[in-house]
């Protein structure tokens, strides 16, 4: 059962655009979202995340924005650039939990 | 530091071999975890050790069988593994979560093809 999901598989943009990519989940357990940055044949690096008591955390290019009472979140990234082509995985846990519910992910392509 | 290391970067191996893969952090960090990921599929949680104990087994098949030495250091011992079992192997490391929420941190992985 997915409990994360990331709807749209890719995504396209262009250069010193801005990028939304999107997040639901279904547990109303989960209190802490993170998003991960994935290039090919390498390991998933942490971007941004954001706790439940929060609507909006920024750091940089990138923001992240929380819906609670909808379930959703969503990643900015402002303005696009190339070295931002990448799969961005969205995910989810509950406090105390060691677990992380990934969604599916988002292929981002910025054009030149 | 937010440095995960992973050994070896690729492993070749068949189906009647005995291989490990390592991990190593030196980021104080108590939990440590190995995922799978097949390709254009998010990670797959494996197992997790905390404090140097099996935390959680996600009902992973006893060809792999993983060892936390000490707690710095993670093995995945594999044997009589399955073609199908070829995929990216991530391990990671974070705080355990006892008192909040902390972001885990990921190796670059190992590649592993099984002939």
């Known amino acids: 059962d997915q409990q994360v999901k990331q709807n749209s598989p890719s995504l396209s943009v262009q250069e010193g655009r801005i990028s939304i990519l999107n997040c639901d989940y279904t547990?109303?357990?989960?209190?802490?979202f993170l998003w991960y940055k994935k290039y090919p044949a390498e390991g998933p690096t942490f971007l941004i995340s954001?706790?439940?008591?929060?609507d909006k955390n920024e750091d940089g290019r990138f923001t992240v924005f929380l819906n609670k009472s909808a379930k959703h979140l969503s990643l900015h990234i402002v303005p696009s650039q190339p070295g931002d082509s990448a799969v961005y995985f969205c995910a989810a846990s509950a406090l105390n939990d060691y677990k992380l519910s990934f969604g599916a992910g988002t292929t981002v392509t910025v054009r030149a | 530091d937010t440095e995960v290391t992973q050994t070896p970067k690729h492993l070749v191996m068949g189906m009647t071999n005995k291989k490990s893969l390592k991990c190593e952090q030196h980021?104080?960090?108590?939990?440590m975890y190995w995922y799978k990921q097949k390709a254009k599929k998010p990670p797959e949680l494996m197992f997790v050790?905390?404090?140097?104990?099996?935390?959680i087994n996600e009902s992973v098949p006893s060809r792999f069988s993983p060892e936390c030495p000490n707690s710095s250091l993670l093995n995945l011992h594999l044997h009589a593994l399955q073609p199908e079992d070829s995929a990216l192997y991530l391990c990671?490391?974070?705080?355990?979560?006892?008192?909040?929420?902390?972001?885990?941190?990921f190796g670059p992985g190992t590649r592993l093809t099984v002939t």
């Open positions: 547990n109303s357990m989960f209190d802490y």
């Open positions: 954001i706790s439940s008591i929060k």
């Open positions: 050790y905390s404090y140097e104990k099996l935390s």
């Open positions: 990671a490391s974070s705080p355990p979560p006892l008192a909040g929420f902390y972001e885990q941190y």
């Open positions: 980021m104080g960090h108590r939990a």
